[in-house]
Structures are given as C-alpha cells and as structure tokens.
C-alpha cells in the first residue's frame, strides 16, 4: 500500500541516488532551490497516486512534509511551470519515483510509464517549438507595429477625428474597389 511516508521517502532515497548533494529530510524548514524542488516532486507524486492514498486533503499532504495546504497547492503550481525548464532537478527524479512506487505496489506496469515519458518528452519539444515560433511572430509584429508607428501618413490618419475620418474611409472604400475590378480584367 502507498502512503505519503512511502513517496516522502523515496523522493529523498532517489534525490541522494542521482545527485551528488545529499538531503536527508525534504521537511526541513529551507527554501533553498534543491529542497523545494523536491518538495514540489513530492506533491505532485501525491497528486499522481492520490486514488492509492486514499483521497488525502491538501492538509495532509503538507502535513507529512511540515508544510500547510497553500504550500502544497502553490507546489503543485510550481511543479507544472518548472517541469520544461532543463535545471528543474525534480525532471530528473519524478518518473524514477514513479517507476518505483508503481515497481514495488505493482499499480502500473513499466512499459507505460516508458511510453507516458517519451510522449511527454515529445510535447515538451513541441512546445519548445512552438514557443519559438510564437517569439518570432510576435517580434516581426512588433518590427511592423515600430514602422507604422513612424510612417507620416499613418500617424496622419490616426489623427483624424469625425467627418474627416468618415470621408477618408469612403474614398479608401472606392479606392479599393476600383483597383479590385481592374485587377480582374488584368
């Protein structure tokens, strides 16, 4: 059976397996990144195996690591927004703690934990790609925004007010129209 103990120790016996810095107790009082990160491991493995704990409350869940609800709740936010980031220690242990725990209580059989990894690690690329090219729209946006910004006649029409406006937009219109139907008989 999985307890919070169980993941609580595991995260710490994985953490001191794979890295160098030993940390003997994820509750102790520290904000120190390494601590936290591990915390922020811990909650979300209680999230992932939260039907074997039996529904445990937020509460109790700090509670194992000397923390409050709000921690566990703003660790669990932490979790998903450092997850992509390559110095995130708790990318390195997560699914380790995973195979383990499902390992040892036979909940989950491996393969699907593999499988689970290597689609996340197909989005994390993904979206690491799209992000790039959401930065290049978005700068050649701002690139054409700067030029509108210093064109005479933009800045002109933009000062424009009533009337003026109204007649400008009518004219436009016929211009465009004009220009449409003479691109159709080209």
């Known amino acids: 059976m999985i307890t919070l103990e169980i993941i609580k ?10 890295f160098i810095e030993k940390i003997e107790d994820i509750s102790v009082k520290s ?3 390494p601590l936290t990160d591990l915390r922020f491991t811990y909650f979300n493995l209680c999230r992932y195996f939260i039907k ?10 700090g509670k194992a690591v000397d923390r409050d609800h709000a921690s566990v709740l703003h660790g669990l936010k ?3 927004h450092l997850y992509g980031s390559l110095d995130f220690k708790g990318n390195k242990i997560y699914f380790k703690c995973i195979k383990r725990i499902s390992k040892a209580n036979d909940n989950e059989d491996v393969e699907s934990l593999n499988e689970r990894e290597k689609l996340i690690d197909i989005y994390r690329i993904k979206h690491i790609a799209l992000s790039k090219k959401y ?3 978005i700068n050649k946006l701002n ?4 030029l509108y910004r210093k064109n005479d006649l933009v800045e002109k029409v933009a000062n424009l007010e009533g009337k003026e406006l109204k007649d400008l937009e009518i004219k436009l219109d016929a211009f465009f129209k004009v220009k449409e139907s003479l691109n159709k008989v080209a």
Not at 9 to 18: C, G
Not at 52 to 61: D, F, R, T, V
């Open 9 to 18: 120790k595991t995260v710490e016996d994985i953490h001191n397996e794979t």
């Open 52 to 61: 074997e704990l039996g529904n445990p409350s937020l509460a109790l869940i």
């Open 31 to 33: 904000r120190k990144r």
């Open 143 to 146: 690139i054409k925004l700067l």
């Open 135 to 137: 930065r290049e729209v």
């Open 78 to 80: 932490k979790f998903n």
